[in-house]
Every structure is written in structure tokens, then in C-alpha cells.
């Protein structure tokens, strides 16, 4: 299986900026894309970004030019440079991991860590 860890949330002021990182244990070798999703109270999980093993990449329109998505995969980490933080960012931050199953035929599908709090006041 593979474990996530996430670390870097905390309480920022509009404008500043946060770096979310991801470690990432276990069978890493059957990853193939890696990603941040959100959740804030009373809304749906929704993507922020993902990463590919080949570095294709995709953003949330609300983050556009604002986040950036980037990984060591020989490291197995992964990490979310987020700049000119909004209010509307507030949310707890999930590392997600998807699984090739033609890799590892035998592991879940993705996997989730249990999330960072990312708070920024107005």
C-alpha cells in the first residue's frame, strides 16, 4: 500500500502564501499521478491540482497562476507553492495518489492522506 503525509498548512493573511508538502511511503513504485484536493466545512471535496508521472499537469480555474503543483518523484514527494492566498482558499488540504493498475495490480486504486488545515483570514 502507499501512505501519505501532508504537512505545511496553517494560518496565513490574505495575500501571503503557504507551501503544502507531501511524503509519500510504502509501494511508491505503482504511483502514477499524484495531487491536492480541498475541502472546506459544508462543501464537496474538490481537485486543486494534479501531476502526472510524466508532468502533465492540471489546476482548479479558481487557483490558476496563483498555486503550482510540483514533484521529486525519486524523492516521492510532492508539494503546492500557493501565492496571493483569498479567504475562499480556506479549507483542509488533501495529498491523493493514484494507483497504475497495470504497475500493481494488487493495490487500491488511489490513496488519500488525512488532510492539512490551510486558514486564511481577511
Known amino acids: 500500500q502507499v501512505v501519505l503525509v501532508e504537512s505545511g498548512g496553517g494560518l496565513v493573511q490574505a495575500g501571503g502564501f503557504l507551501r503544502l508538502s507531501c511524503a509519500a511511503s510504502?509501494?511508491?513504485?505503482?504511483?502514477?499521478?499524484m495531487g491536492w484536493y480541498r475541502q472546506a466545512p459544508g462543501k464537496e471535496r474538490e481537485l486543486v491540482a494534479s501531476?502526472?508521472?510524466?508532468?502533465?499537469?492540471e489546476y482548479a480555474a479558481q487557483v490558476k497562476g496563483r498555486f503550482t503543483i510540483s514533484r521529486d518523484n525519486a524523492k516521492d514527494t510532492m508539494a503546492l507553492q500557493m501565492n496571493s492566498l483569498k479567504p475562499e482558499d480556506t479549507a483542509t488540504y488533501y495529498c491523493?495518489?493514484?494507483?497504475?493498475?497495470?504497475?500493481?495490480?494488487?493495490?487500491?486504486?488511489?490513496?488519500w492522506g488525512y488532510g492539512t488545515l490551510v486558514t486564511v483570514s481577511s
Open positions: 510504502g509501494d511508491t513504485r505503482c504511483i502514477s499521478a
Open positions: 491523493n495518489a493514484d494507483i497504475a493498475v497495470a504497475t500493481c495490480p494488487w493495490a487500491r486504486a488511489d490513496y
Open positions: 501531476m502526472t508521472n510524466g508532468g502533465t499537469t
